[in-house]
């Protein structure tokens, strides 16, 4: 299956994005890096909020795209998920074991620059 792309302007920024999805990269086109860390956080991802804003914006709007929608998906809710960005290649939730006894759990995986 291929997928179809689509230009929308972003700001002041053009950007090539998945058909069907070109709204929501126009709302999140200034999203703030507090927002990336919180929504990545949330599906086990730790990120700061210095390396957030080092990110282009498209690769912050598609952090928080994905992440959104995977929790909203995790919540037994129907819809669409949107695809994993490509950059993003670590796995969630690896980072060292936190807590101890029945409150032990793996931390979240810290993303780089």
Same mark, same amino acid.
């Given at each position: 299956?291929?997928?179809?792309?689509? /230009?929308?302007?972003?700001?002041? /920024?053009?950007?090539?994005?998945?058909?069907?999805?070109?709204?929501?990269?126009? /709302?999140?086109?200034?999203?703030?890096?507090?927002?990336?860390?919180?929504?990545?956080?949330?599906?086990?991802?730790?990120?700061?909020?210095?390396?957030?804003?080092?990110?282009?914006?498209?690769?912050?709007? /598609?952090?928080?795209?994905?992440?959104?929608?995977?929790?909203?998906?995790?919540?037994?809710?129907?819809?669409?998920?949107?695809?994993?960005?490509?950059?993003?290649?670590?796995?969630?939730?690896?980072?060292?074991?936190?807590?101890?006894?029945?409150?032990?759990?793996?931390?979240?995986?810290?993303?780089?620059?």
């Amino acid at each position: 299956m291929t997928t179809t792309f689509v /230009e929308v302007k972003a700001g002041s /920024e053009r950007w090539s994005v998945p058909r069907g999805w070109g709204r929501s990269f126009r /709302e999140l086109a200034d999203v703030k890096p507090s927002t990336v860390r919180i929504c990545m956080a949330q599906i086990g991802f730790g990120v700061s909020d210095a390396i957030a804003a080092s990110w282009p914006a498209l690769k912050r709007a /598609e952090a928080v795209l994905h992440a959104r929608t995977m929790m909203a998906k995790a919540s037994d809710n129907p819809g669409r998920v949107f695809p994993r960005p490509t950059w993003l290649t670590a796995e969630p939730f690896k980072g060292p074991i936190v807590g101890t006894g029945v409150f032990a759990q793996a931390a979240p995986t810290v993303l780089p620059a």
